[in-house]
Nanobody, 124 residues
């Protein structure tokens, strides 16, 4: 059974930083591209960042480029999202996802497995 468990969310002031983690189990981690999505109240889920199964390729939503960094640790079967210079518009539930795809996928339909999400709230 595949499980993706996010952690690291919380309340932070604008300009601050958070680091999200997503621990995976039940899948061959090195064979999956991984990604982060977020959803704010009243909005559709949107792509945030993705990383290829080897870690060499990454992709970002334009709104987070230069502020967020996605990475993966194969030894720990975990991915991370380092979020700096946070803005109020970054508020939302952040979801980790796994795609049976070599590259850095960015469409939700490409991802087979999803975590339950972790809340990030940025106060202005």
């Amino acid at each position: 059974q595949v499980q993706l468990v996010e952690s690291g969310g919380g309340l932070v002031q604008a300009g601050g930083s958070l680091r999200l983690s997503c621990a995976s189990s039940g899948l061959t981690f090195s064979g999956y591209g991984m990604g982060w999505f977020r959803q704010s109240p009243g909005k559709e889920r949107e792509f945030v960042a993705a990383i290829s199964w080897g870690g060499a390729g990454t992709d970002y939503n334009d709104s987070v480029k230069g502020r967020f960094t996605i990475s993966r640790d194969t030894a720990k079967n975990t991915i991370y999202l380092q979020m700096n210079s946070l803005k109020s518009e970054d508020t939302g539930v952040y979801y980790c996802a796994a795609a049976r795809f070599a590259g850095a996928a960015r469409f939700a339909s490409q991802f087979s497995y999803w975590g339950q999400g972790t809340q990030v709230t940025v106060s202005s």
